[in-house]
């Protein structure tokens, strides 16, 4: 609540707000006491996106996450500004102490969060919720002691030469923000890139303290009491022992942690620029797989498991193929999988694959498990890949160049797909397709999702596109695949949806008759899944395009 207080008379100082004892001279201090200012506005700004981030990955859809984080912490910045007027009267040993605070809670919140989502997330019940309420108490508390650094960073700067109130809050809000910029920037293009979320958050806590504790300790040492000094410096050097300790220990935590998320037998992990790749398990070979099935993760989203990707990958190309389909374009599919049954039909004259993310297809060529996976289709000389972005290539792609356009791409309900289930994406298709081709979508699942599902066949319709949807059970639902990582085994998808369009006319649901005859797909089977995703089927949905997304 804003206290009502009368205007103090004028020259008028508080007893507590007389001029600083300073080991160096008036400009010299104001100049360190911006520099921290700046530090800790970049250290600030680093601990929202790496909550940002990190929310992202492990629950999921980086729109809301971010607006969570965002809202609460700006809402908790009023407060802690607000509780900071009653600590001006000491606000070098406050200051000490909050910067420890935010230090230590900014430092290991990345830590913390991804604890609680690796051990408790396949826990059920309420501890599903628990990685949202850490990332909300987090969001509050860095909040809070953001927000209460300003106050009493302005006590400080008016301690030291007094000024008018104008002035030295631009002197101060100048330093605060192109420290932001600074933060903003690093933490993309630095922090992430080199050291990784988890590190990135301890090293910022790191610096955090560091400039809390020179600046209280070395510039305002005369304005502290003997045991004001002996706790600060005791409290600087327990915090910074505990980031350091966390730091030496961050690699052994994360296998841990990645143990208790994929299992036992993790083979590959990989940050690449684009998401984090994981193998697990393999074939009888491999050591350590004890003939598991492999799975591939990306961004902790199961995206092939061994156990039914025949299922899938089948059930996504051979309708399809029904009819030309001597040049084929799969978007998606770094795996080699889709690509594994498009080759399958023999009159294929070439394969275009685009794959955004270059380390998968590599793990495709090389690694032992996956390459058996999908037959060794990246050594067959028909097959091309090129790594670039699914709707940026349909852009500069001729027209009418493809027989078949196979999309093998994620969850349309993750927000990082969003752009490729959209009705200018499928526009975009629509102009490569021969006049007598044919798209393929992956759509989501329709038992768990089918708002989802039938918004995806409402957008190609939209697109100038005649839809033919099905779907086909049978999904391993070990693991969360959907966009809410949090979601856990239990309410996992079940089913796969799809929808074959055509611009000309509705496509037929049939498998090529001169075809190869697939393993886990009949004809029978394609006309009562057809039927069983129209019993869902839900009207009226809106359009989803890059303007208004609907997913």
Known sequence: MIEPHAPAPPRATPPWAGPARLPVRPGTGRVFVLACVFVCAACGLVYELELVALASY???????????????????????????????????????????????????????????FAWTGGWGGLWVSGPRCLLVAFSLAIGLLIGAEVPLLMELIQRIRRQDAGGAVADLFAADYVGALVGGLAFPFLLLPLLGQLTGALLTGTVNAVAGAVLVLGLFRRDLTCRARRLLLVANLVVLAVLAT?????????RAARQAV????????????????VLTGGTGRIPGTAGRPLALFLDGRLRVSGRDERRYHEALVHPAMNGPHARVLVL???????????????????????????????????????SELNSHVYGDARVHVTTADAFGLLRGAPTAAYDV???????PGITASTK?????????????????????????????????????????????LYTAPYRVGGRDSGFA??????????????????????????????LDPRGPRPRTLTQAKLTADARAAAVTRIGGLPVSTLAHPRY
């Open 58 to 116: 492990l629950i999921g859809d980086s729109v809301t996450q971010a607006s969570v984080v965002l809202s609460v912490m700006v809402f908790a910045m009023g407060i802690g500004s607000l509780a900071a007027k009653r600590l001006r009267w000491r606000a070098a040993a406050a200051f000490g102490a909050l910067e420890s605070a935010l230090a230590l809670v900014g430092g290991c919140s990345a830590l913390a969060l991804y604890a609680v």
């Open 246 to 254: 966390a730091a030496v220990l961050v690699d052994d935590f994360e």
């Open 262 to 277: 994929y299992g036992d037998d993790v083979r590959v992990a990989v940050q690449t620029d684009v998401q984090e790749v």
């Open 332 to 370: 998606g599919g770094g795996d080699g999988l889709a690509v594994r049954e498009v080759l399958r039909h023999p009159d294929v004259e070439r394969v275009d694959v685009v794959e955004l993310d270059e380390e998968v297809v590599r793990l495709a060529r090389q690694d032992p498990a996956l």
């Open 405 to 411: 356009v196979i999309a093998d791409l994620p969850d």
């Open 420 to 464: 490729l289930y959209s009705q200018e994406f499928y526009g975009l298709a629509r102009r490569v397709l021969a006049d007598d081709g044919r798209l393929v979508v992956h759509a989501g699942p329709v038992a768990s999702r089918p708002r989802v599902f039938w918004t995806v066949d409402t957008t190609i319709r939209a697109a100038g």
């Open 481 to 510: 695949a959907g966009p809410d990582r949090t979601a856990g085994p239990r309410r996992a998808p079940h089913d796969w949806g799809f929808v074959l369009a055509s611009p000309a006319t509705r496509p037929p649901l049939r």
